[in-house]
């Protein structure tokens, strides 16, 4: 690991401005991530501005029935907020389903949506990754990619989005707050992790300097209704292989209003946009949900190791609706 | 009497509370940390190695590559030859190292080497159709590579009911919670402390490849922190920080590696293909039994582990045939890991023994109590003492086997499986391989008895245990004895290997203390000492001394997604008396969760392009944790063997590890119909079948 210098910022716009003028300076979280990238040389910045200390550690409720996360809120605390479990369970369950608890009582908000992918190749110096290395290649097309995308990948990169949190946030239809060098931003949550397409290396629409302060929530009251379901390959602490985050609204057999996201199978959280339509206002049946999922999944381009998520997505998608309409 | 009684770990509270020194953690003065630099080629050459800025790094103290290493004696063991030449034998081989102030400075500057390399065509993966497969001579325990009995092509082709399967497993990583580390101290004499599990197997291997005398070399290990087969060899992180200590004058130097180089550097346990073959009549005797094993070695050097040989005994059949075959692949070469062998072989054989139940519509314990040999069909012999069928017809009744049913339970589907097995105890091995163990007893004072032999404690509790075996052989209690190991100035023992330490310790400390008595009486003088050896097993001319057990399964999975659980799993073992029923069952139940590991997690995924293992850190390669070991339980017959030693106790550590993989893979098949061949059982496998939609 390279020597670096080490900042703890205490007001916001000054971690922004020392930031943004150093090219090879990074925000530090939780650093469950970053610290690890570090060690592996993936990274090597020259400063890091630890941003856990400025004002942004509260959940707190918004005049029109949301609720702000503050960007430094840890997801341990995240998850046991009672504001989140009352009106947002899919919120808890996803994040109670990520990591260890160790990790969690150090992971904050705003690392989690900016975390980075597990592939191994990108995670390994000697390999090639166009996301680590642009214009290198991608090991994993032809190599080990029984946990990368079926959905929206690109011939530069299969990678998926390794968060929980971040698929119940993409369901809820969040929006991040961001202070930057000009100011204050708010970019909506779909909006903020990238689709790979040529740049792989650019998991986000956030430019160099940018800080997420904060997470809104919307007031959405189908979502005391929500679950949040993750397959993996153990039953605790390891990625998700698929999951979904799902919310929904079902009077006398009919499906009013949902929220469908999934995890695990794309560089980005993955709203089911496809199977949100063809629910919106149909019954609530079995045959209902399988078609929806098949709407999602008809583009799905599964690699030679990864074929099992279609099913995998279609069944978990099914298996939710179900419970959910089951509790109605 | 102090065997048989629970006894809490002598060294528990120290290990909890962090006093416990392991390897890494031993004061030393002013000591040097070392990093070691892996290759990123699995064959080749090493054609420049660029040193300058690492070198030129402040705090650095040395770069160790190829061209300035110290030279090794020519016949050290190719494990071992680490910065001898240029040439790369596998991916993540040691080709230079940086010793520096600091663990940080060291692994700055490791990153500032710059290598280049003459790559070759590399192969890494293991495949039924190899080409190259070959016929050892033997398998690594000296036994023959085939064996063959009867005629097995006429008993298949004529048997009523016949099972023709392919079982695979991949390669698997032992990762010890405390990873392979060494401060080595070469001054005028060396000494080391390592986290081993032999010292004088160590010692003696530094000895060989340092060209140094065994006599100067000192090593202390008194806490391992899990082994599982991993320590038992010389590695070259140890031989390095040897020489690093003595480039650097002396100083001491620290390594440990880190997780990621476990996985290239501390050997696995090997990949197989296993075809097996069974025939049998109508009411389930086998006509034949076949077991064809294909499996990965190193090109550099030779390790074919022995996955067939327990079909030679296990069950009893007219017709038999056991084969090993291997090839020689670019990679580390494999080495023995918790029940090496039996591990792979069992899940083959034991699978079978299932779908042959299944063919025959036969329970699967009535299967195997009718196939019960008489003596081992292998070499003749009587066994000193089997009860494979009391430890099934024991687990049946706890388990609640009888009228088992699979069942579902909202979005899970539940069934029932079980496996029988052996352990070998490999006393012959004793002779050939391992050497005599030694032990002494001295009184010093006050009726207070230091017992010392250099055995080693990976972890097992042995310190207790063997504590235990002394104060009854003295008869004084538990409290008078004092115990020392893990120190290669104590009397010579064997490595911790094939679950015999305790056994063959044991039997040594007992031969010391009835030197004891025998020369001192029982008044003795404080300072009167004796000596006492354990140099093999008369019995083994005359009887088969194994272990057997049998392990039972119940699997859930969820009919949607394939997700596997298994809420409960008991072993059933025939380990003769237990020394400590508290320890034997920490061991017992932690073999079941690796043989659970193994069955749900642990794969390999190697990658033929880069020539590695790309899941090489713990999110990628799976283990179980504590949320997938639910119900877990092992209890025992307690019926002590009088062949195999004066306490009457069998091999009792790895056992736990063998059948479980396939008795949960039974029980999958019980629960879902769906066979699963090729370890380990993931939801993706389970997804894509019929079962679920």
């Known amino acids: 690991m390279k020597p670096f210098e080490y900042v703890r910022a205490d007001d916001a716009t000054q971690a922004v401005a020392m930031v943004a003028e150093r090219p090879n300076a990074r925000f530090l979280g939780g650093g469950t991530n970053l610290v690890d990238h570090m060690k592996l040389g993936l990274v090597e910045p020259e400063l890091l501005v630890d941003v856990t200390a400025l004002p942004f550690n509260r959940v707190e409720p918004l005049p029109d029935g949301g609720v702000r996360i503050g960007a430094a809120v840890r997801n341990s605390d995240l998850a046991a907020n009672p504001l989140v479990r009352q009106n947002y369970p899919v919120l808890a369950a996803a994040l109670l389903s990520g990591a260890s608890g160790q990790l969690r009582n150090l992971a904050t908000t705003g690392g989690n949506l900016v975390q980075r992918t597990r592939c191994p190749y990108f995670q390994t110096l000697y390999t090639p990754c166009n996301k680590r290395e642009p214009g290198s290649g991608c090991s994993a097309i032809t190599g080990h990619n029984r946990e990368h995308a079926i959905l929206g990948a690109s011939q530069a990169c299969v990678a998926t989005h390794p968060s929980d949190m971040a698929v119940a946030l993409t369901a809820l239809g969040a929006t991040v707050r961001v202070l930057g060098p000009a100011g204050e931003r708010v970019v909506p949550i779909g909006e903020l992790n990238r689709l790979p397409g040529d740049e792989p290396h650019q998991d986000t629409t956030l430019n160099h300097g940018e800080l997420i302060t904060a997470v809104d929530l919307p007031a959405l009251p189908l979502a005391k209704r929500s679950a949040y379901y993750k397959v993996r390959d153990r039953a605790s602490y390891a990625f998700a292989q698929v999951s979904a985050a799902i919310a929904v609204d079902i009077h006398s057999g009919v499906v009013r209003d949902v929220r469908v996201a999934l995890g695990g199978v794309a560089h980005k959280p993955w709203r089911a946009h496809r199977a949100e339509a063809l629910l919106r206002g149909a019954p609530a049946t079995e045959d209902v949900f399988r078609a929806a999922a098949d709407a999602e999944l008809a583009e799905a381009k599964p690699l030679s190791d990864n074929g099992f998520k279609v099913p995998m997505v279609r069944n978990t998608l099914v298996s939710v609706l179900r419970r959910l309409a089951r509790e109605h | ?693």
């Open chain 2, 1 to 693: 009497m102090s065997i048989g009684i629970p006894v809490e770990r002598m060294d528990g509270r120290a290990k909890v509370t962090g006093t416990a020194p392991y390897a890494y953690e031993h004061q030393v003065a002013d000591p040097l940390y070392l990093h070691l630099i892996q290759s990123t080629i699995a064959r080749g050459q090493v054609t420049a190695i660029d040193v300058a800025a690492a070198e030129a790094l402040p705090g650095v103290a040395a770069v160790l590559t190829h061209h300035t290493a110290p030279r090794l004696a020519p016949d050290a063991p190719a494990e071992f030859r680490a910065l001898q030449s240029g040439e790369i034998v596998h991916h993540g081989q040691v080709i230079a190292g940086v010793v520096a102030e600091s663990p940080h400075i060291a692994r700055h500057a490791a990153g500032l080497v710059r290598v280049t390399y003459d790559a070759r065509p590399h192969d890494v993966r293991l495949r039924a159709d190899h080409p190259d497969l070959y016929t050892p001579d033997m398998v690594a325990i000296g036994a023959p590579a085939d064996s063959a009995t009867g005629d097995t092509h006429a008993a298949l082709a004529s048997a009523p009911f016949r099972i023709d399967q392919t079982y695979t497993t991949s390669a698997m990583f032992h990762s010890p919670i405390e990873p392979h580390a060494t401060t080595a101290i070469w001054a005028d004499d060396l000494t080391v402390y390592e986290a081993s599990q032999g010292v004088h197997d160590f010692t003696a291997l530094l000895a060989q490849a340092l060209g140094f005398p065994a006599d100067r070399i000192r090593v202390i290990a008194p806490h391992v922190g899990g082994a599982f087969g991993s320590k038992g060899l010389a590695r070259p992180h140890a031989v390095l920080a040897a020489l690093a200590s003595r480039m650097t004058g002396g100083r001491a130097v620290k390594v440990a590696l880190t997780r990621r180089q476990m996985f290239a550097l501390t050997n696995h346990r090997p990949a197989t293909v296993q075809r097996v073959q069974l025939g049998a009549d109508a009411d389930g005797r086998l006509t034949a039994l076949v077991h064809d094993a294909i499996l990965s070695t190193a090109r550099y050097e030779e390790y074919v582990e022995w996955v067939a040989t327990s079909s030679r005994n296990m069950y009893a059949t007219p017709n038999r045939r056991t084969t090993h075959r291997a090839v020689r692949l670019d990679v580390q070469m494999p080495a023995p890991m918790r029940a090496p062998g039996e591990a792979q072989g069992h899940f083959a054989t034991e699978s079978a023994m299932d779908e042959l139940a299944t063919a025959i519509g036969m329970d699967p314990i009535e299967l195997r109590i009718r196939n019960e040999p008489s003596a081992d069909a292998d070499t003749g012999l009587p066994w000193s003492s089997r009860n494979l069928v009391e430890c099934l017809r024991l687990g049946a009744q706890r388990f609640g086997w009888a009228g088992r049913g699979r069942r579902r339970e909202g979005d899970w589907l539940i069934g029932t499986g079980v496996a029988a097995a052996t352990l070998p105890t490999w006393f012959k091995l004793i002779s050939v391989a391992y050497g005599p163990s030694h032990a002494a007893v001295e009184h010093v004072g006050n009726g207070r008895y230091l017992v010392s032999t250099g055995a080693s404690d990976a972890g097992t509790g042995a310190r207790t245990a063997l504590s235990q075996i002394a104060a009854d052989a003295l008869s004084v209690p538990l409290s008078d004895v004092d115990l020392e190991l893990g120190d290669n100035a104590l009397p010579r023992a064997m490595l911790a290997a094939g679950s015999m330490g305790t056994m063959v310790w044991g039997s040594a400390i007992v031969a010391a203390a009835g030197e004891f008595r025998r020369l001192h009486g029982t008044d003795p003088r404080p300072g009167a000492r004796a000596e006492g050896a354990m140099t093999g097993n008369p019995h083994t001319e005359r009887v088969t001394i194994d272990s057997f057990h049998a392990v039972f399964a119940e699997a859930a999975v969820h009919a949607e997604t394939g997700e596997i659980r298994v809420p409960r799993l008991l072993g059933v073992f025939d380990i003769g008396r237990v020394v400590n029923p508290r320890t034997a069952r920490s061991q017992l139940i932690g073999g079941m969760t690796m043989g659970l590991s193994m069955a749900l997690h642990e794969s390999a995924a190697v990658d033929q392009h880069v020539g590695a293992v790309v899941n090489n850190d713990f999110a990628g390669y799976h283990i179980a944790t504590h949320a997938d070991v639910a119900d877990i339980d092992a209890v025992w017959l307690d019926k002590p063997d009088p062949y195999a030693n004066e306490m009457g106790i069998r091999p009792a550590g790895e056992n736990g590890v063998i059948g479980v993989a396939a008795a949960v893979a039974n029980a999958v098949n019980h629960a879902t119909g769906v066979r699963i061949r090729d370890l380990p059982i993931t939801p993706d496998k389970l997804v894509v079948s019929r079962f679920a939609r």
